[in-house]
Nanobody
Framework: QVQLVESGGGLVQAGGSLRLSCAAS????????MGWYRQAPGKQRDLVAT???????TYSNSVKGRFSISRDNAKNTVYLQMGSLKPEDTAVYYC???????????????WGQGTQVTVSS
């Protein structure tokens, strides 16, 4: 079983910055992909950014140029540096990790509990 714990959310004014962190723990053999998703009230959960083990990244068009995803493979941790924040970035941000666990060996697709990000205008 693989657990994810997010931190770093909070309240920030428009134009400000926040950094989210997500640490994975448990029976981790390999983490292939880590990412961030967000869900605003009454809306579906949407992709924000992903990063592979090798560092290849993808971003949603709404955050390109403002957000940056990175990871520390040695610490099984992924980060999301958010800048030039807008009120429409307000949402619960969820961390996701996909890979292979051991004991037993199987694939996993794990989610964190979410962290609230609120951007005031």
């Amino acid at each position: 079983q693989v657990q994810l714990v997010e931190s770093g959310g909070g309240l920030v004014q428009a134009g400000g910055s926040l950094r989210l962190s997500c640490a994975a723990s448990g029976s981790i053999f390999r983490i292939n992909l880590m990412g961030w998703y967000r869900q605003a009230p009454g809306k579906q959960r949407d992709l924000v950014a992903t990063i592979t083990t090798g560092g290849a990244t993808t971003y949603s068009n709404s955050v390109k140029g403002r957000f940056s995803i990175s990871r520390d493979n040695a610490k099984n941790t992924v980060y999301l540096q958010m800048g030039s924040l807008k009120p429409e970035d307000t949402a619960v941000y969820y961390c996701n990790a996909r890979g292979t666990s051991f004991n037993p060996t199987r694939s996993y697709d794990s989610w964190g509990q979410g962290t609230q990000v609120t951007v005031s205008s």
